[in-house]
């Protein structure tokens, strides 16, 4: 089935831990992002992919790092969380940045992540 | 900087009652406005791409209305199923490139039988 996966679907996490979100899509989509989805701030993007090989800031990129060595896989590491990373995070994936008609996001299911 | 703005917050109608969502958007260039349907638990889920001032889309009991200040989603003749949170972001124009949408906080939508 087509589509974006993400793991793991929920994760409980010290603080001060070290955390990979893993993100996989199979649409051959250019680019890939990740937001973060908190009560009453709805979703923000931390950071994006316009393609393999680059990366770009979101609107909150701190305490946050990503990569992209292929078009599939675009992971999302906490370095050191902090109890303030508690939130749901969704990978999103789209055609072709920049051009008319590729520009709709796709959402995978979501990981929960629980910092305490 | 763009903003995205969503009204009511929640809303509760009776199955078959008619109603709209507003989404107000203050955007330079905008490329595109994004309605998503949300479950709980679920990731968002796309519902229609509105380009240009008078462009409207169907699906279903739900169209999606653009002008050049707002969007509505007007729902008609709901059903329980109808239920969910629905979203809104904006596209605006190109800042070091990429597609950089700006979301609205959501209409939680209920309908009731």
């Known amino acids: 089935i087509a589509g974006i996966t993400q793991a793991p679907t929920s994760q409980i996490l010290a603080a001060g831990r070290r955390m990979t979100l893993r993100c996989t899509q199979d649409?051959?989509?250019?680019?890939m992002y990740w937001y973060r989805q908190d009560l009453g701030l709805g979703l923000r993007l931390i950071h994006y992919?316009?393609?393999?090989?680059?990366?770009g800031k979101g609107e909150v990129p701190d305490g946050y790092s990503v990569s992209r060595a292929n078009t599939d896989d675009f992971p999302l590491t906490l370095a050191s969380a902090v109890p303030s990373q508690t939130s749901v995070y969704f990978c999103a994936s789209s055609h072709r940045p920049g051009l008319a008609g590729g520009n709709e996001q796709f959402f995978g299911p979501g990981t929960r992540l629980t910092v305490l | 900087e763009d903003q995205v703005t969503q009204s009511p917050e929640a809303l509760r109608l009776q199955e078959g009652e008619s109603s709209s969502l507003n989404c107000s958007y203050t955007?330079?260039?905008?490329?595109?406005l994004f309605w998503y349907r949300q479950d709980p638990g679920k990731g968002p889920e796309f519902l229609f791409t509105?380009?240009?001032a008078g462009e409207e889309k169907e699906k279903e009991r739900l169209k999606a209305t653009l002008t050049k200040k707002e969007s509505f989603l007007h729902i008609t003749a709901p059903k329980p199923e109808d239920s969910a949170t629905y979203l809104c972001a904006a596209l605006g124009g190109l800042t070091g490139g990429g597609n950089k949408l700006t979301f609205g906080t959501g209409t939680q939508l209920k309908v009731e039988l």
């Open positions: 649409m051959r989509h250019n680019a």
């Open positions: 509105l380009y240009s």
């Open positions: 992919s316009n393609t393999a090989g680059t990366t």
């Open positions: 955007v330079s260039g905008l490329r595109g």
